[in-house]
């Protein structure tokens, strides 16, 4: 069986935001330590207590150290639309 992973990692507001967003990359890494095969996160640009604006940013952050192929799926799906 997979399994994935998905977060809206929410933190308090007077939380300092790099803390914040190296907890989120941790709770990544174990989920991939933990053998999760997939994982999503939440992003909301006017959102102050989610830090993460840009899951395309934040997954090749996660990415660049840590496994050997990574791929962020749009929330709209736009590669089943036919491009004329």
Known sequence: MNLGFFTMPI???DKD???SLTED?????????LGF???Y???HV????ENITSCISFIAWIA???ISS???LPAERTWTRPLA
């Open 11 to 13: 933190h308090p507001l």
């Open 17 to 19: 935001w790099r803390q």
């Open 25 to 33: 990359r941790e709770a990544f890494l174990l989920a991939d330590e």
């Open 37 to 39: 095969t997939e994982a």
């Open 41 to 43: 996160v939440g992003e």
């Open 46 to 49: 006017t959102d102050t207590a």
């Open 64 to 66: 660049a150290g840590l």
């Open 70 to 72: 990574a791929g962020v």
